[in-house]
T-cell receptor, first 109, second 112 residues
């Protein structure tokens, strides 16, 4: 029973354009959300997070949006760069971390 | 620099054998976690610990055990390896419940 879902397994974007990665969750008790980035043969690394009391958090080219009523969060990358090509996992937590299945982003030069 | 390491990085074993995967962190974090990553499932929590002598079952704990005798280490043991346990295993640590988790590089396990 997947509590955090990423319905797009893959996404391709031209360099310089916006990448939008989406994530849906089912548990309204989640109070903290994170995005992780993973390169092949490496562990996931933390990218950006947002508390449930906010609806937006920005860090350089990365912005996370949270829509609690829709139980939806998204990660925007602007502008996208080839080095952003990786698998992105969203995660939600209350007492435990629950991860989505990941979206593989390819940024085409 | 503080870090989290896993060993071995790759392991091949046979069905029925006991296997232990090591995880060591020098962050001095109280919380440590074990996940497995499988295609179509993302990262799933196996076991976690909030401190020495504390262990808890996660979403997919059957067939696995952990023990926490010190702050730095949380070894994961597969009591009797099964082919369904072929996966990539990640260890992580965090300072507190809500904190960012820092992941190790992963162990790729193949059970034949």
């Amino acid at each position: 029973d997947q509590q955090v879902k990423q319905n797009s397994p893959s996404l391709s974007v031209q360099e310089g354009r916006i990448s939008i990665l989406n994530c849906d969750y089912t548990n309204s008790m989640f109070d903290y959300f994170l995005w992780y980035k993973k390169y092949p043969a490496e562990g996931p690394t933390f990218l950006i997070s947002i508390s449930s009391i906010k609806d937006k958090n920005e860090d350089g080219r990365f912005t996370v949006f949270l829509n609690k009523s829709a139980k939806h969060l998204s990660l925007h990358i602007v502008p996208s760069q080839p080095g952003d090509s990786a698998v992105y996992f969203c995660a939600a937590t209350r007492n435990q971390f629950y991860f989505g299945t990941g979206t593989s982003l390819t940024v085409i030069p | 620099d503080a870090e989290i390491t896993q060993s071995p990085r790759h392991k091949i074993t046979e069905t029925g054998r006991q296997v232990t995967l090591a995880c060591h962190q020098t962050w001095n974090h109280n919380n440590m976690f074990w996940y497995r990553q499988d295609l179509g499932h993302g990262l799933r929590l196996i076991h976690y610990s909030y401190g020495v002598q504390d262990t808890n079952k996660g979403e997919v704990s059957d067939g696995y055990s952990v023990s926490r005798s010190n702050t730095e280490d949380l070894p994961l043991t597969l009591e009797s390896a099964a082919s369904s346990q072929t996966s990539v295993y990640f260890c992580a640590s965090s300072e507190s419940d809500m904190d960012t988790q820092y992941f190790g590089p992963g162990t790729r396990l193949l059970v034949l």
